[in-house]
């Protein structure tokens, strides 16, 4: 069974983000004086007497507003009021009640809801100011003074929303969860990808790049397995990138890389391989995880018999540096080939985290130097004691020699390819280290 959810909604710049960094204790969610930063859904655990339940933080509601993002940002606040267990409401002590805050207040009570009304910046120790009680005028109980900034008051809350849930809501769950980031340059489709998969609207979609901000998580379960997806914020040339929002966001891209286990690399099958793409899939690829080209819009392409066989020819030639990666021609519109998706996910998720016998290792080294000599250079000759494997994710292999520097890139190739054939390493970047004889 799922975790309890636990949904922070409230009027913009109340500090909600502010909040949910500080509940699950972490910078997870973008924080910044600019109305609308938050515009997702964003996820996050909380713990609370050895209990753990979803956070999720939401875009600021604006009930009537017309605009497109405001008006996607109040969808992905319902959405995840109708997934919540409990909500908090955050309002602001400096700002005082406004009529923004009637009207959300009144949106929660339609919902059917456990609400804890939460009274955000109360940054004072002692008695509440005076403006305090007038949050009881909402009508949805005992509101709780909390600093987002200083800490005061998390626990009572915590304590207040925790209090909804049922003791038998939390089962423990041994599923193995794959981590998947989801990444590419912008406009390239990874928001519509996640929300063809989930099945509803789970990232705000649209023409306007820079339209995600936030690393959104969501966590699926199909044939295949328990899967965490992270739509991350579309990655520019730095040179275009002077908006410190958009920093921030870049700097959320490069960390769902690094806690993934997978990157899918979206590009867009219209515009076709760009040196931006190859940028991307570098930062993949260096941070040693395992890796799907997705070429997504093939819808759109207008094809014949030797279109696919071409394209793939080319990306081969364009992406030569990652030359482990399987590619993929998707279409996150029409759900074209996502089933294969998985499937490739899975696979390519195992081979990062696969450890292979010492003994196995040696037994295919002794056969590879049998069938092609080790190099030599000025009546030296390579000699490769053993090799073993120091870790995974990536696979890290150490061989220990008589002379590193005989030891040719040529010849790691060789042996690299060889690993692959004979265990089906696909999909994930390989470590050498070489040991010379009496090295530490």
């Known amino acids: 069974m799922s975790k309890p959810v636990i949904a922070i909604v409230g009027r913009p710049n109340v500090g909600k983000s502010t909040l949910f960094n500080k509940l699950v204790g972490r910078r997870i969610s973008i924080v910044d004086d600019t109305p609308g930063v938050t515009r997702d859904r964003i996820y996050g655990e909380v713990e609370w007497l050895n209990k753990k339940a979803d956070l999720i933080d939401t875009g600021g509601i604006e009930p009537y507003s017309d605009d497109i993002i405001l008006k996607q940002m109040r969808r992905q606040a319902e959405l995840a009021i109708a997934a919540a267990d409990v909500i908090i409401l955050v309002t602001d002590l400096r700002s005082g009640l406004v009529a923004t805050d009637m009207d959300v207040a009144t949106m929660l009570q339609k919902s059917g809801r456990p609400v804890v009304l939460c009274v955000n910046k109360c940054d004072k120790i002692g008695e509440p100011d ?111 990138v002077d908006d410190i929002i958009e920093k921030y966001s870049i700097l959320r891209a490069k960390m769902a890389i690094e806690r993934s286990d997978v990157c899918v690399i979206m590009i867009d099958a219209q515009e076709g391989f760009t040196e931006q793409d190859s940028k991307v899939a570098g930062l993949a690829h260096e941070a040693g995880k395992a890796c799907i080209i997705a070429v997504n819009k093939w819808d759109a392409v207008e094809k014949d018999g030797t279109t696919m066989a071409n394209y793939r020819k080319k990306l081969e030639v364009d992406f030569a540096f990652m030359s482990y990666a399987p590619m993929i021609f998707i279409s996150a519109k029409t759900g074209q080939r996502l089933d294969k998706l998985f499937e490739m996910i899975k696979q390519v998720a195992n081979s990062n985290a696969m450890r292979i016998k010492t003994g196995t290792l040696n037994d295919l080294l002794a056969q590879a130097t049998a069938r092609v000599q080790p190099p030599t250079d000025k009546g030296r000759r390579l000699k490769i004691f053993y090799m073993t494997q120091a870790s995974t994710k990536p696979p890290t292999f150490v061989f220990f020699v008589n002379n590193g520097d005989l030891f040719h890139f040529s010849y790691q190739r060789y042996l690299e390819n060889r690993i692959r054939d004979t265990f089906g390493l696909e999909g994930t970047p390989m470590r050498f280290v070489v040991r010379e004889r009496g090295d530490k």
């Open 130 to 240: 005076p403006e305090f009680y007038e949050f009881y005028n909402l009508g949805i109980g005992e509101p709780v003074g909390v600093s987002s900034v200083h800490g005061h008051g998390t626990g009572d809350l915590l304590e207040a929303a925790f209090s909804y849930i049922p003791d038998e809501a939390w089962e423990e769950s041994d599923t193995e969860v794959i981590s998947v980031a989801v990444i590419g340059k912008p406009n390239v489709g990874k928001s519509s990808l996640i929300n063809k998969i989930v099945g509803e609207d789970r990232c705000i979609v649209s023409n306007i790049a820079g339209t995600t901000r936030d690393s959104i998580d969501t966590t699926i379960t199909n044939s295949h397995g328990t899967f965490n997806l992270t739509d991350t914020a579309g990655l520019r040339k730095k040179s275009r």
